[in-house]
């Protein structure tokens, strides 16, 4: 089978690239060609660990290859995969126009039976505004099928996600689409993947619904750690003694900094404004987002309180600047927020991150970037952890004591044991404990 991805983001290329490994014959599209030659020298663009492997293989085993000829990956595929981007407009609903393009382009150059299958996050009815460009403006007349195939993909496991999901949904009418897409995923058969079919409205809604959800989960344990420090409880005890009850679940209840990347928060926005257009009101992820916003600042206020209110001059050591840890990813991270608000409050910043500095020299040009966590320390007023990356958790503490002005340290991700860092000699602030 043939199948083509458009689209060479985080989702189209793992995608892509997961298919590939699967079997079938992969083309991964992309308007711009210098993403193009960088895959096609065998660099990979984004950071995933073990997607440069993945890559590799499959194109050494000629099932994956990368072009610009959009027009003419579509005439040979079956299945084609959107996996472009839909960015944010100023009113926080999905901009379409890329899917819009696409859809054109496929409906010049359909020539012969299609499925036309959505993999970004899309707002629902998108799926039958694709039909509608395709069926009004094909060159020759022949039969399509457009589906939903929302992605859940992790950054940083996005491999492990595709290679064993939860579940695979799958939103289609016509039984040969549903049919096309059940075989394109029949690896999964093996390890007894629960794949969810239904019709594309519901798919689109799927995607929404899941990570409003779990954006729920975040801000929900947030604001229960901001009442823990209130009432001298441990937000940690109060996730375990939730999550143990299965109905709960113990996930997605860590307390921080609140939710960034590129997903979450375009994708509550987005749901807000669609109910918004609908004539409804989704409070509760209105409230999600309104916690969000609260908590990064509140983060800040955390510093400025651990530094005696005023951070005029005075240094503050960064480590992590990534949304999450395990990518370079800085879209909407919470880390970055907080640095220009230390910046802006007149504060110096020295920070480390292992995959996102590049990323942030080009927003943030007046940080001194670090070598390591150490130099980050040295000479700082305090130091805070803002990512929680593996190589921040085993830090040679009596040495960060040493070289830090003060011992001050501020631990968003609630990584150290806050007893463990009093023995220590630590002044330590951390979140809901
Ligand atoms: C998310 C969804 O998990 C995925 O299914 C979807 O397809 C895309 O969006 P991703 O953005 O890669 O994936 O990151 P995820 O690991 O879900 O974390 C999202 C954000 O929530 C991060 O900023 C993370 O730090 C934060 N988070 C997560 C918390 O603050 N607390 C938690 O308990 C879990």
Same mark, same amino acid.
């Given at each position: 089978m043939n199948i083509c991805v458009i689209g060479t983001g985080y989702v189209g290329l793992v995608t892509g690239t997961c298919f590939a490994d699967f079997g079938v014959n992969v083309v991964c599209v992309d308007k711009d060609e210098a993403k193009i030659s960088t895959l096609r020298n065998g660099e990979i663009p984004i950071y995933e660990p073990g997607l440069k492997e993945l890559v590799d293989k499959n194109v050494r085993e000629r099932r994956l290859s990368f072009t610009t000829d959009l027009e003419g990956s579509i005439r040979k595929a079956l299945v084609i995969f959107i996996a472009v981007g839909t960015p944010s407009r100023n009113d926080g609903s999905a901009d379409l126009s890329y899917i819009e393009e696409v859809a054109r382009t496929i409906a010049r150059n359909l020539n012969g039976y299609k499925v036309i299958v959505t993999k970004s996050t899309v707002p629902v009815g998108t799926g039958s505004l694709i039909e509608r460009i395709i069926k009004n403006e094909q060159n020759e007349d022949h039969k399509f099928d457009v589906a939903s195939n929302p992605e859940f993909l992790r950054e940083g496991s996005a491999i492990e996600d595709f290679m064993r999901p939860n579940r695979v949904v799958i939103g289609a009418r016509s039984p040969q689409a549903i049919a096309i897409l059940k075989d394109l995923y029949s690896p999964l058969y093996l390890i007894e993947t629960p794949f969810v079919i239904t019709d594309v409205e519901t798919a689109e809604l799927i995607k929404y619904a899941s990570n409003a959800f779990l954006a729920t989960k975040i801000s929900f344990i947030n604001e229960m750690a901001n009442i823990c420090e209130e009432v001298g409880a441990d937000v940690h005890m109060v996730a375990k003694g939730m999550g143990l009850d299965k109905r709960i679940g113990p996930k997605f209840l860590h307390p921080g900094p609140g939710f960034g990347g590129s997903c979450f928060p375009k994708d509550t926005l987005a749901l807000t404004r669609i109910a918004r257009k609908h004539g409804l009101n989704f409070r509760i992820v209105e409230a999600v987002i309104d916690v969000n916003t609260y908590q990064r600042e509140r983060m800040v206020d955390k510093i400025k309180k651990a530094l005696g209110g005023d951070i005029t001059g005075k240094c503050i050591g960064v480590l992590g600047l990534t !949304?999450?840890?395990?990518?370079?990813d800085i879209r909407e991270s919470p880390a970055v927020y907080i640095v220009k608000r230390l910046l802006e409050e007149g504060a110096s910043v020295k920070a480390f991150d292992p995959a996102g500095m590049e990323n942030t020299k080009r927003i943030l040009q007046n940080v001194t970037y670090c070598a390591d966590s150490y130099e980050v320390a040295d000479g700082s007023d305090a130091l805070a952890i803002l990512t929680e990356w593996?190589? !921040?958790?085993?830090?040679d503490l009596d040495r960060i004591k040493r070289i830090?002005?003060?011992?001050?340290m501020i631990d968003l991700r609630n990584v150290y044991e806050p007893q463990d860092m009093k023995r220590r000699g630590f002044k330590y602030v951390c979140v809901g404990r």
């Open positions: !949304f999450k840890p395990n990518t370079d593996n190589q !921040f958790r085993k830090l830090l002005k003060a011992p001050v």
